[in-house]
Nanobody, 123 residues
Framework: QVQLAESGGGVVQAGGSLRLSCAASGRTFSDYNMAWFRQPPGKEREFVASIRRSGVNPEYADSVKGRFTISRDNAKNTVYLQMNTLNPDDTAVYYC????????????????WGQGTQVTVSS
């Protein structure tokens, strides 16, 4: 059991940066592989980035490679998403998720979700 809470969303101009945080409750954060998903307006939820329990081998959607960086601090029970060079296509509600599955890019394997945080990128 884990409860997730995202923060750090907001409105930013194209080309700017934001850092999202996801704080997890409990004492078992290090047991979970973590990911960020997003849902743009009018579109389905999609995978953004994932990071495994150890913090090694992060994975990214092609659309964000080279711009976004996922990281975690197990001592703080927190996962981060640093988003650089934002563009209007990045506008979405961003969700933090946790899974014990090794299939870290598969949305259906995540059974713990945060409430989401809105990111709006203006042109």
């Amino acid at each position: 059991q884990v409860q997730l809470a995202e923060s750090g969303g907001g409105v930013v101009q194209a080309g700017g940066s934001l850092r999202l945080s996801c704080a997890a409750s409990g004492r078992t954060f290090s047991d979970y592989n973590m990911a960020w998903f997003r849902q743009p307006p009018g579109k389905e939820r999609e995978f953004v980035a994932s990071i495994r329990r150890s913090g090694v081998n992060p994975e990214y959607a092609d659309s964000v490679k080279g711009r976004f960086t996922i990281s975690r601090d197990n001592a703080k029970n927190t996962v981060y998403l640093q988003m650089n060079t934002l563009n209007p296509d990045d506008t979405a509600v961003y969700y933090c998720a946790a899974t014990t599955s090794f299939l870290v890019t598969t949305m259906g394997r995540y059974n713990y979700w945060g409430q989401g945080t809105q990111v709006t990128v203006s042109s």
